[in-house]
């Protein structure tokens, strides 16, 4: 017997449905560090002198006036002009420092959120390159699978085709020696009938002449 065909559900591409939505997120994201426009929430993390320096300016100013003023009220000196003179250079000195180091700080901030852009367009890249590879293994898999299913399919219709025919040859072969038998025997019969009957035409009309000599009478 030849094979059977081949019907079968092939499997269909499957997609987390977060993969996409993740991507969506994440490429506007990194492409915006990339060119400096900095969300508001992480915009502290690269800018120099904000609010926040403001602030810390403001406490440091504050503490570094108090302990010049319990330093000296310790010593018996009140408020006068010798505290005012102290407390100028300190509080610059602290101002200065503060602001170098802030400074210092959003040149690290712009550096690492640089970075981080450049890690999540990669990221954002890498994961399309993979997709899209496993994307085409599994469509070349799938068109080979149809292949494979086409040409066995085909296979077993010439097979099936094949038989049929070897059937049907057969069976035109039997029926033809089926009736082939009488035939032959009639065939036969009215043959050997005209054989024998002329046979006895010939030998009634023959005569053999008489030699007259008296051997035969």
């Known amino acids: 017997m030849g094979k ?11 997609e987390d449905k977060l993969y996409q939505s993740t991507q969506d ?3 506007p994201l990194g492409k915006n560090l990339l ?15 904000g609010q926040e320096l403001n602030d810390l ?13 319990e330093s000296y009220a310790a010593r018996g000196i009140g408020r006068s002009g010798l505290v005012g003179a102290a407390v100028a250079p300190a509080v610059a ?56 299913m086409a040409q066995s399919n085909a296979q077993a219709k010439a ?6 025919g070897q059937i049907l040859s057969s069976v035109i072969g039997t029926a033809g020696m089926i ?12 043959l050997g009938s005209a054989t024998g009957s002329g046979v006895s035409n010939i030998s ?5 002449p008489s030699s007259g000599y008296g051997l035969l009478s």
Do not use: C, H
């Not at 690492?112 to 990221?123: A, C």
């Not at 097979?159 to 049929?164: F, L």
């Open 25 to 27: 997120i994440l490429f």
């Open 93 to 148: 000195d602290i101002g200065t420092k503060l602001r170098w180091e802030d400074y210092q700080r959003a040149l690290q901030g712009k550096q690492w959120l640089f970075g981080e852009g450049r890690g999540i367009t990669e990221g954002v890249r890498a994961g399309a390159l993979d997709i899209t590879g496993m994307r085409n293994q599994f469509n070349l898999g799938r068109s080979q699978l149809e292949l494979g």
């Open 159 to 164: 097979q099936k085709d094949a038989m049929w």
């Open 35 to 49: 060119e400096g426009n900095i969300p508001d929430y992480y915009k502290g993390i690269g800018e120099y002198g």
């Open 57 to 69: 300016l403001g406490l440091a100013t504050r503490d570094t006036t108090r302990a010049v003023e």
């Open 204 to 208: 009634g009309q023959v005569s053999l």
């Open 179 to 190: 009736v082939a038998g009488p035939v032959g025997a009639a065939a036969g019969a009215v």
């Open 4 to 14: 059977s065909a081949i019907n079968i559900d092939l499997p269909n591409w499957y």
